[in-house]
């Protein structure tokens, strides 16, 4: 090969060049190709090697080299040539054997090309490898895991200390604390004000004592005292009818009036509607702030149920609701407060039973009178006694009594003679008669009247509130 006078390469030496091997062992080739030369095979003027074998020279002379004799190119040193295989990083060829053997085994690494092993000096000991290079699998680095875990060893033991130090200072300063609040106890605050329980309000029912009416709840408590009212009826929807010298209004909870007009005859709130009559002539309806839904139109009207109202105009009575639309036409001759879908109307001097969803009769006008459905039972009068039917208009309590009112809580009262009791669903007696009144259950009170005063049944029949009002109305849901 031609030796170019124009490249400039610094020599590459063995401690500074790596030298990869695939299988760390030298090439079987190299070694059997290898020879020793002559100093004639050396260019002493580039730096020739200082005997015949090259073994103990710096390294081959820059641009020149040894390979049979033959010249590198200058620049390109042996490893450059095309005979250095990048794969194994030394020359295929030209391995010198004044590289022994055991040297290349024990010191040659993985890419490093030289011993790793420092206590041995291969440097000294095998021409051509440097010295006081740290072997791969030195006792520097084996030693490194165990300090590793020394200096773990010793945190844990810090925090181990520091957190018992910790606790030991709480614990003394609790017992400081606690010998400090022994020694000077803090002052006794004051009680609180005991304050009366807030009576329950969730129904309510109108009683009158002297000649005022106020208002009572369930366990007897006054919520409303009886003071200025002269007439009163039950809550509904937050708010229930009273009457004073100058007309009917409107209170709440609170005691307070709705400040509207006053009225000469009202009926209870259905749906956020009220009829109200104006001057003895007209009603209409008004919503809670006093203001009309209806202007005052109708001749007549009666208590609502479900949000529907009877109406009249002229002689024919209609059904309107809380919006004041025509539910039903005004057709028929009289009407009862509707309940459960159903409204009780007369035609002619017949009452029967009208069906809001279908406007078909479930009991043709027939009866002498009727009242309102509750708990799937009728009232209806027949050759003057009073006996119930069903929504498919049979007659399942026979007429039998001489008064009645509506089924409420699995109760309706009757009257038998001059007393009153209550049945149930099916017609069977469960309060004998024994009162000279009685009204409707709700809240599972029932007001009923004993000789001159009014009190409180429970559905057992036991009085709950002794007699004492003068008169006394059903409980009913303030809301």
Same mark, same amino acid.
Request: charged share 15%; no cysteine; glycine share 12%.
């Given at each position: 090969? &031609?030796?170019?006078?124009?490249?400039?390469?610094?020599?590459?030496?063995?401690?500074?060049?790596?030298?990869?091997?695939?299988?760390?062992?030298? &090439?079987?080739?190299?070694?059997?190709?290898?020879?020793?030369?002559?100093?004639?095979?050396?260019?002493?003027?580039?730096?020739?090697?200082?005997?015949?074998?090259?073994?103990?020279?710096?390294?081959?002379?820059?641009?020149?080299?040894?390979?049979?004799?033959?010249?590198?190119?200058?620049?390109?040193?042996?490893?450059?040539?095309?005979?250095?295989?990048?794969?194994?990083?030394?020359?295929?060829?030209?391995?010198?054997?004044?590289?022994?053997?055991?040297?290349?085994?024990?010191?040659?690494?993985?890419?490093?090309?030289?011993?790793?092993?420092?206590?041995?000096?291969?440097?000294?000991?095998?021409?051509?490898?440097?010295?006081?290079?740290?072997?791969?699998?030195?006792?520097?680095?084996?030693?490194?895991?165990?300090?590793?875990?020394?200096?773990?060893?010793?945190?844990?033991?810090?925090?181990?200390?520091?957190?018992?130090?910790?606790?030991?200072?709480?614990?003394?300063?609790?017992?400081?604390?606690?010998?400090?609040?022994?020694?000077?106890?803090?002052?006794?605050?004051?009680?609180?004000?005991?304050?009366?329980?807030?009576?329950?309000?969730?129904?309510?029912?109108?009683?009158?004592?002297?000649? /005022?009416?106020?208002?009572?709840?369930?366990?007897?408590?006054?919520?409303?005292?009886?003071?200025?009212? +002269?007439?009163?009826?039950?809550?509904?929807?937050?708010?229930?009818?009273?009457?004073?010298?100058?007309?009917?209004?409107?209170?709440?909870? +609170?005691?307070?009036?709705?400040?509207?007009?006053?009225?000469?005859?009202?009926?209870?709130?259905?749906?956020?509607?009220?009829?109200?009559?104006?001057?003895?002539?007209?009603?209409?309806?008004?919503?809670?702030?006093?203001?009309?839904?209806?202007?005052?139109?109708?001749?007549?009207?009666?208590?609502?149920?479900?949000? #529907?109202?009877?109406?009249?105009?002229?002689?024919?009575?209609?059904?309107?609701?809380?919006?004041?639309?025509?539910?039903?036409?005004?057709?028929?001759?009289?009407?009862?407060?509707?309940?459960?879908?159903?409204?009780?109307?007369?035609?002619? $001097?017949?009452?029967?039973?009208?069906?809001?969803?279908?406007?078909?009769?479930?009991?043709?006008?027939?009866?002498?009178?009727?009242?309102?459905?509750?708990?799937?039972?009728?009232?209806?009068?027949?050759?003057?006694?009073?006996?119930?039917?069903?929504?498919?208009?049979?007659?399942?309590?026979? /007429?039998?009594?001489?008064?009645?009112?509506?089924? $409420?809580?699995?109760?309706?009262?009757?009257?038998?003679?001059?007393?009153?009791?209550?049945?149930?669903?099916?017609?069977?007696?469960?309060?004998?008669?024994?009162?000279?009144?009685?009204?409707?259950?709700?809240?599972?009170?029932?007001?009923?009247?004993?000789?001159? #005063?009014?009190?409180?049944?429970?559905?057992?029949?036991?009085?709950?509130?002794?007699?004492?009002?003068?008169?006394?109305?059903?409980?009913?849901?303030?809301?």
């Amino acid at each position: 090969m &031609s030796t170019s006078e124009n490249q400039d390469h610094t020599p590459q030496q063995p401690g500074n060049q790596p030298y990869p091997d695939t299988d760390g062992q030298p &090439s079987q080739q190299a070694a059997a190709e290898t020879v020793s030369y002559s100093a004639a095979d050396y260019s002493h003027e580039l730096g020739a090697a200082s005997d015949a074998t090259g073994a103990q020279t710096t390294e081959y002379a820059q641009g020149t080299g040894y390979y049979h004799g033959q010249s590198y190119p200058q620049g390109t040193g042996y490893y450059q040539s095309q005979e250095y295989l990048e794969t194994q990083g030394y020359p295929q060829q030209g391995y010198p054997q004044t590289y022994p053997q055991p040297g290349y085994q024990q010191g040659y690494g993985q890419g490093i090309g030289y011993a790793h092993q420092p206590e041995t000096a291969y440097g000294s000991q095998w021409p051509g490898y440097p010295q006081g290079m740290p072997p791969q699998g030195s006792n520097s680095n084996s030693k490194l895991p165990w300090v590793v875990f020394a200096i773990l060893v010793i945190l844990l033991v810090i925090g181990i200390a520091t957190l018992v130090l910790m606790l030991l200072g709480i614990r003394d300063q609790t017992a400081t604390s606690s010998q400090s609040a022994t020694a000077n106890p803090a002052p006794t605050a004051a009680p609180e004000p005991t304050t009366a329980p807030t009576p329950t309000v969730t129904a309510l029912a109108a009683v009158a004592t002297g000649d /005022a009416w106020g208002y009572i709840n369930t366990s007897g408590e006054v919520i409303i005292p009886p003071t200025k009212y +002269e007439r009163s009826w039950h809550f509904s929807e937050g708010w229930a009818p009273v009457y004073r010298a100058e007309g009917w209004t409107f209170v709440n909870l +609170e005691g307070r009036e709705l400040k509207v007009p006053i009225y000469s005859d009202v009926w209870q709130f259905s749906y956020g509607a009220a009829p109200v009559q104006i001057g003895g002539v007209k009603w209409g309806l008004i919503d809670t702030e006093g203001s009309y839904i209806v202007e005052p139109t109708y001749d007549e009207m009666k208590e609502g149920g479900d949000g #529907l109202f009877p109406a009249r105009i002229g002689e024919k009575w209609g059904l309107v609701d809380f919006n004041g639309q025509t539910v039903i036409d005004f057709t028929y001759d009289g009407m009862k407060p509707p309940k459960d879908g159903i409204v009780g109307v007369r035609q002619g $001097n017949a009452w029967g039973y009208l069906s809001l969803g279908s406007r078909e009769f479930i009991f043709t006008p027939q009866a002498e009178d009727v009242w309102r459905f509750g708990d799937d039972r009728g009232p209806v009068r027949i050759d003057g006694k009073w006996g119930f039917i069903d929504k498919s208009g049979k007659l399942v309590i026979q /007429a039998e009594y001489d008064d009645v009112w509506d089924f $409420n809580e699995g109760l309706a009262p009757v009257k038998l003679g001059e007393v009153w009791g209550y049945i149930d669903a099916s017609g069977k007696q469960v309060i004998e008669p024994k009162y000279q009144t009685a009204d409707v259950f709700s809240g599972g009170l029932a007001p009923v009247q004993t000789v001159d #005063l009014w009190g409180y049944i429970d559905t057992t029949g036991k009085m709950v509130i002794p007699p004492q009002y003068l008169e006394a109305r059903p409980f009913k849901a303030t809301s």
